[in-house]
């Protein structure tokens, strides 16, 4: 119980370009890793379409899609790609297993 | 959309535009390739930043420099004296040197939304890409990087935007084919050569799918307001042809000249050794021109603008009053500091900018100097286009052509032919005294003097004068008057001489006529004295009987 109040929330925004193929595995890369380290109630993803907001990613200066940026906890990260690359997605995003 | 594919969009720069049949193919990429320093940022951000009355300025993607640092080069290059040039849009597309890839799956999806974005924002269809293939460098997927840019390509396309991509050499190196191979249709390619020490900018069309260009190797120069390139069409002999006339400040030069002075908008040259006054002639006549109200602008390669009034002012001309009245300006050009093809820019681009009605080259045979390797058919050539342009602009022309003591009196410029006016100076020594000479070598359309004259450079100013002819010959100089007197002393001596001589004649004369009158009468008087007798005795012999014996 005590445990829920230390757990860390992890905030997440993944900016894509359209559903493209490298859009819809790095959704899914991201969504599985997240639930086996972090935990379900744990981690809030947020999604942000380039193509309908390009606003938001002239001030996030989005380069490539997709790109994932974890606000929260500190330090704030960036990834670009499908993140299929499981062992660099936990290290880049610092995902610890609780 | 045909109409619109064949259309062009002006590069900025007027050079350019001309090269390439217009400018940058309008709805279409283009690439511009060369190697770091070779000015290729600079041709984009002429494009981005050219003052157009219709359209707002252009927007810029950055994939290397920062925003700041492209916005700072748009100021120090004098770009942004456009009003629009200030408002450009710089989208910074620096990938992100801190950000982790995961999966080699990706697009480019924020290049084109953000650009998109902007471009809809600044309402233009003109987009540079600065430095595009650093992606290449942030990105280990080559592969997807180049068919993500090819692919951004091909929209730009579709969407009739006007790309301008630049890129270094390298990528053709590494990747075998660079992307402008098969992604754009014109390819222009920027370069330093370096020659004789000399850097020179060259810019060279590679390709231009589906319209003519030249193909010709470009010198080009960076100067204070940016490029500029001149193509050799300039060449062409289009020039106004004035019949009014520029005095040279010296009288008798102008009289030598038909009584008027040089044409307007004709090219005088002043050949001589060193020493001979051919800058004090070209200052001279610079001064009057100024004096009658001219603009003229004394280019000097071989003197500091300070040296040059200084020497001028212990002739009495005051061209410090000139500059000050600003009628005259002067500038001071090292002649191996540059190119030949970069000098000729730059002084084309001081006459558009200052517009004198007189240039001034001192001297012009400084721009051999560079041409060693050049070669001197490639100065005259240069020279050429720079007469043919002066012309063109209607500007009157005067340069000094230096002799070295070595060539023996002959001119090493060999371009008498593009001279209109061409005066002769040299140096005469006779008995340990130098003298300066001057006459007209050719003067096209003007009734030019034959005769040799002296050319004196005294404390109140330049004056030419008529050689003393004596009996030994033509005497020039400080000889002159010794000469002159030594001759009217023996003159006189000799007048003196046949004076004396006739008033003795004249005595001798008149003595003679007094004794001849005297003998007369006297032998008068016998002959009267002897027929009295006659006459006396015949009275006597009358008294006697006739017979009297």
């Known amino acids: 119980m005590t445990s829920k109040t230390k757990r860390t929330k992890y905030l997440l925004t993944l900016y894509i370009a359209g559903l493209t193929p490298a859009a819809r595995a790095a959704l899914a890369n991201l969504k599985t890793l997240c ?8 981690y809030e993803v947020e999604i942000v379409d380039i193509n309908k907001n390009p606003q938001a990613a002239e001030d996030e200066l989005i380069l490539a899609t997709p790109t994932v940026i974890k606000r929260l906890p500190p330090p704030i990260r960036r990834m670009v790609g499908d993140l299929s690359g499981r062992d660099m997605v936990i290290a880049g995003l610092d995902l610890k297993q609780t | ?26 709805g279409r990429p283009t690439v511009i390739r060369g190697a770091s320093g070779t000015g290729k940022t600079l041709l984009a951000l002429s494009f981005a930043c050219r003052a157009d009355g219709k359209e707002g300025p252009g927007v810029i993607a950055t994939f290397d420099e920062s925003p700041n640092a492209l916005r700072d080069s748009i100021a120090a290059l004098g770009l942004a004296r456009a009003k629009s040039a200030k408002q450009v849009t710089v989208v910074d597309l620096r990938p992100d040197v801190e950000q982790l890839i995961a999966g080699g799956d990706f697009e480019l999806g924020g290049l084109r939304a953000r650009i998109e974005l902007a471009l809809k924002k600044s309402g233009t269809s003109r987009l540079v890409f600065d430095s595009f293939d650093t992606l290449f460098l942030a990105f280990d997927n080559k592969a997807r990087i180049y068919s993500e840019l090819k692919r951004i390509f091909e929209w730009s396309r579709e969407r009739d935007i006007t790309l301008l991509a630049t890129c270094g050499e390298q990528t053709v190196s590494l990747y075998g084919t660079g992307i402008e191979d098969y992604a754009s249709d014109t390819v222009i390619r920027v370069a330093q050569e370096v020659d004789n020490r000399i850097m020179t900018r060259t810019l060279r069309v590679l390709k231009c799918r589906g319209r003519s260009h030249s193909t010709t190797v470009y010198p080009f120069s960076i100067g204070a307001k940016g490029l500029s390139i001149r193509p050799i069409t300039e060449a062409r002999m289009t020039g106004k042809v004035s019949p009014r006339r520029l005095s040279t400040g010296i009288a008798t030069l102008d009289a030598m000249l038909g009584s008027k002075g040089v044409f307007v908008g004709s090219v005088t040259m002043f050949s001589g050794q060193s020493g001979t006054g051919k800058s004090l002639l070209a200052a001279s006549i610079a001064e009057k021109a100024c ?4 603009k003229v602008h004394y280019l000097a390669f071989e003197e500091s603008p300070d040296e040059l009034l200084r020497n001028t002012q212990s002739i009495g001309l005051d061209l410090k009053k000139q500059v000050n009245a600003k009628r005259l300006t002067v500038t001071s050009m ?28 001192d001297p012009v045979s400084a721009l051999l100097d560079m041409g060693r390797s050049e070669g001197v058919s490639d100065v005259k050539s240069i020279i ?31 371009i008498s032919s593009l001279i209109d006016t061409w005066i002769r100076l040299r140096l005469v020594e006779s008995n340990g005294i130098l003298s300066r000479l001057i006459h007209i070598g ?3 359309g003007l009734p030019g003097s034959a005769e040799v004259k002296e050319f004196l450079i005294t404390n109140d100013g330049l004056t030419i004068e008529q050689p003393y002819s004596g009996p030994s010959g033509l005497v020039f100089g400080a000889e002159k008057s010794a000469v002159r007197a030594r001759d009217r002393r023996e003159y006189n001596k000799r007048a003196r ?6 008033l003795e004649l004249e005595h001798e004369r008149l003595t003679d006529e007094r004794q001849q009158t005297l003998d007369r009468q006297l032998r008068k008087q016998k ?15 009358g008294l006697y009987p006739t017979n009297p014996l």
């Open chain 2, 442 to 444: 050719k003067s096209r």
């Open chain 2, 1 to 26: 959309m045909s109409s619109t594919r064949s259309a062009s969009q002006s590069t900025g720069i007027e050079g350019l535009d001309r090269i390439l049949d217009g400018g940058y193919p309008a």
């Open chain 2, 291 to 294: 004096a009658s109200g001219r």
């Open chain 2, 527 to 541: 002959l009267e004295e002897l027929e009295a007798r006659i006459v006396e005795l015949r009275e006597v012999q």
């Open chain 2, 497 to 502: 001489e046949i004076q004396r001589l006739e």
């Open chain 2, 334 to 361: 090292r002649s191996v500091e540059l190119g030949l093809e970069e000098h000729l820019i730059q002084i084309m681009d001081l006459v558009e900018e200052v517009g004198p009605a007189l240039l001034v080259l």
């Open chain 2, 384 to 414: 050429l286009r720079l007469m043919a342009f002066l012309k063109g602009a209607g500007v009157t022309t005067v340069m000094t052509d230096l002799i070295p003591d070595s060539a023996a009196g002959v001119s090493r410029m060999d």
């Open chain 1, 35 to 42: 639930q086996e380290y972090v935990g379900q109630e744990c």
